[in-house]
T-cell receptor
């Protein structure tokens, strides 16, 4: 059974650009959540989707957005990139809610 | 709001020895889940062990066990017979359950564990 797949694994952008990250959950999992990991702030919750609906949102500015498709795949978008957005973005999927399975992450560098 | 505190940023242990990683949390909830996640240098986060707050018995998974003290809001992880593959960053995390979907995980800052050969 394939795990959580995140693409791209690495990307470099410049300030002011936008970026879209993709996450394919484990087959059958309908819940997807996103986390930002930085050395300074640690792991912070971005948002959670279940059956195409955003169920929870973390304390991030409106530049961070996401969506979930009918096949449970999810994307997150960051517009008007800032240097501080450089981070590892982790996606996790879940079947029943308690146990999260994480992808390997997308490493974003903003120059 | 919930908070999770891991006060030790780094620890080191000799192979085959036992090490305990500390975690405290703060919540007004009575029902919740606590987790320890492992993030090896390859970066994929892996669940190590899970504890339901309503269970008095401490969770164990092979060489990993927890000491869950609900009144003290303490949740430590004990790794027995440490192996080189245990070298990783370990995160303590809290979840308030909800029906039918993920709930938000609140993570501690993590602790870097190094196992020495």
């Amino acid at each position: 059974k394939a795990g959580v797949t995140q693409t791209p694994r690495y990307l470099i952008k410049t300030r002011g650009q936008q970026v879209t990250l993709s996450c394919s959950p484990i087959s059958g999992h309908r819940s997807v959540s996103w986390y930002q990991q930085t050395p300074g702030q640690g792991l912070q919750f971005l948002f959670e989707y279940f059956s195409e609906t955003q169920r929870n949102k973390g304390n991030f500015p409106g530049r961070f957005s996401g969506r979930q498709f009918s096949n449970s795949r999810s994307e997150m978008n960051v517009s008007t990139l800032e240097l501080g957005d450089s981070a590892l973005y982790l996606c996790a999927s879940s079947l029943f809610g308690e146990e999260l399975f994480f992808g390997e992450g997308s490493r974003l560098t903003v120059l | 709001a919930q908070t999770v505190t891991q006060s030790q940023p780094e620890m080191s242990v000799q192979e085959a020895e036992t090490v305990t990683l500390s975690c405290t949390y703060d919540t007004s909830e009575n029902n919740y889940y606590l987790f320890w996640y492992k993030q090896p240098p390859s970066r994929q986060m892996i669940l190590v062990i899970r504890q339901e707050a309503y269970k008095q018995q401490n969770a164990t998974e092979n060489r990993f066990s927890v000491n869950f003290q609900k009144a003290a809001k303490s949740f430590s992880l004990k790794i027995s017979d440490s192996q080189l593959g245990d070298t990783a960053m370990y995160f303590c995390a809290f979840m308030k359950p909800s029906t039918g979907a993920n709930s938000k995980l609140t993570f501690g800052k993590g602790i870097t564990l190094s196992v020495r050969p």
